[in-house]
């Protein structure tokens, strides 16, 4: 059983940084994975997702320049290093990843396994 647990998220002011992280059991970091988050009252959203043994990276536009997406195959955990956080980054923060598949995808419904998310919020 893949197991996702999600850690690092808090309250910072406007401009603050973060780093969350996700610890995956029983998986093969070597596939698509991603961050994803939702705030109350909107869709889940894609911020950054990760493939090719973590050499392939890509962010939603809102986030490009201050999120960064890695992985550390030897702690078997994913990263989201957050910078110039704005009030409008606030939400749950999820990783979650794929089944084995040859391509990688932004759309939530495509990853099997997600984590129980981590709150972020930015206040101004």
């Known amino acids: 059983q893949v197991q996702l647990v999600e850690a690092g998220g ?3 002011q406007d ?22 988050r939702q705030a109350p009252g909107k869709e889940r959203e894609g ?25 550390d195959n030897s702690k078997n ?3 989201l290093e957050m910078n110039s956080l704005k ?3 606030t939400a749950m923060y999820y990783c979650a990843a794929r089944r ?9 419904a495509e990853y099997s396994y997600w ?3 981590t709150q972020v919020t930015v206040s101004s």
């Not at 043994?53 to 201050?66: F, L």
Request: proline share 3%; aromatic share 14%; hydrophobic share 30%.
């Open 47 to 71: 911020v950054a997702i990760i493939y090719n043994g973590g050499a392939s990276t890509d962010y939603a536009d809102s986030v490009k320049g201050r999120f960064t997406i890695s992985q």
């Open 100 to 108: 084995p598949s040859v391509y990688c995808t932004w759309s939530a």
């Open 115 to 117: 984590g129980q998310g």
């Open 87 to 89: 009030p409008e980054d």
């Open 15 to 36: 401009g603050g940084s973060l780093r969350l992280s996700c610890v995956v059991s029983t998986y093969n970091l070597n596939r698509c994975m991603g961050w994803f």
């Open 10 to 12: 808090g309250s910072v």
């Open 77 to 79: 955990t994913l990263y």
